[in-house]
């Protein structure tokens, strides 16, 4: 069996890797230069929350924790060898659940080329067919538009509505729900989204699910 992590996965020029402390000066550099496209659907902290890490280096050291204790998968993508966004695999639950929810961003420069619905659709396959979950949500903003994009070229299907779900730009929010379960892709998520012709013009960077606060 294929190991759940630390693992590297690659479809043609996307590379999902476990984000490392290497990456500063690049993740940086993209969160600086979207940081207006970005910032309005980022998570934070509300009052009374755990503080969040005040480094990129406390942030990787953090999620590469939480991975080793097996409640996160923390992605970055590469789009030719280059940094291009995170997608995590967040609130890992075993026992009768097994489920997590995912959240992601990317850097605009790398939309309209399919990206992040195939990154997520890698992430998916991997939690469903090596890690052994059996549920995967996503929650996303209704205004986030271009998220919701994504999941309707993965066909995810919404499953519910939450008020003042997650805490994003300093408030609580609402939230549209969109779920998935292993039996329902038994191909994985990758192949049907290639048989769907969805694979390209993908206007997403915006960031959903609640990826980690950064």
Known sequence: MTTEWPVRLVDHEVTLRPLATGDLDAWRRARQRNAAWLVPWDATVPPGGEARPTSFKQLVR??????????TFPFAI???GAFAGQVTVNNIVRGS???????????????G???????VAMVIDHCFFTAGLHRIEIAIRPENSNSLRVVEKLEIR????????????????????????????????????????????NPSTHPSGNPEPQ
């Open 62 to 71: 953090r999620l590469s924790r939480q991975a080793r204790d097996g409640t």
């Open 97 to 111: 659940a097994q489920f997590a929810s995912v959240g992601y961003w990317l850097d605009q420069a790398y939309a």
């Open 158 to 201: 919404e499953v519910g509505y939450a008020p003042k779900y997650l805490h994003i730009d300093g408030a609580w929010r609402d939230h549209r729900l969109y779920a998935l379960t292993q039996e329902e892709v038994p191909d994985g998520v990758l192949a049907r989204l290639r048989a769907s012709g969805n694979l390209s013009s």
């Open 113 to 119: 080329r399919g990206v992040m619905p195939r990154a």
């Open 78 to 80: 590469e789009v030719d």
